[in-house]
């Protein structure tokens, strides 16, 4: 089992950054891809990033993109996700997850074995 433990979320204003870290201990070792979601008040759980661990190949939501940056430190086990131009709509809990395989749709909470505990993400306008 794998141990994810996120930081650096908190309050900022529209068009302002944040930068998410998630740490991960445990059985790491053959850690197929990780990927970051959230969850806003009322409403499902959202696939926001995804990093392929063999060759660091990153997918984003169209919601997303050109925003949030998802990226990984390999000797730390610790990936982070970037996020610039912050808008009120990306205000949720982000969640980090482990794959310890690959499954079709890296989009679907089902895809990830391991969870963190999550990190509050308030953008304000």
């Known amino acids: 089992q794998v141990q994810l433990v996120e930081s650096g979320g908190g309050l900022v204003q529209a068009g302002g950054s944040l930068r998410l870290s998630c740490a991960a201990s445990?059985?790491?070792?053959?850690?197929?891809?990780m990927g970051w979601f959230r969850q806003a008040p009322g409403k499902e759980r959202e696939f926001v990033a995804r990093?392929?661990?063999?060759?660091?190949?990153?997918n984003y939501a169209e919601s997303v993109k050109g925003r949030f940056t998802m990226s990984r430190h390999n000797i730390k086990n610790t990936v982070y996700l970037q996020m610039d131009s912050l808008k009120p709509e990306d205000t949720a809990i982000y969640y980090c997850?482990?794959?310890?395989?690959?499954?079709?749709?890296?989009?679907?909470?089902?895809?990830?074995?391991?969870w963190g505990q999550g990190t509050q993400v308030t953008v304000s306008s």
């Open positions: 990093i392929r661990w063999e060759d660091s190949i990153t």
């Open positions: 445990g059985r790491t070792f053959g850690t197929y891809a």
């Open positions: 997850a482990a794959a310890s395989y690959g499954r079709s749709l890296y989009s679907r909470t089902s895809s990830y074995d391991s």
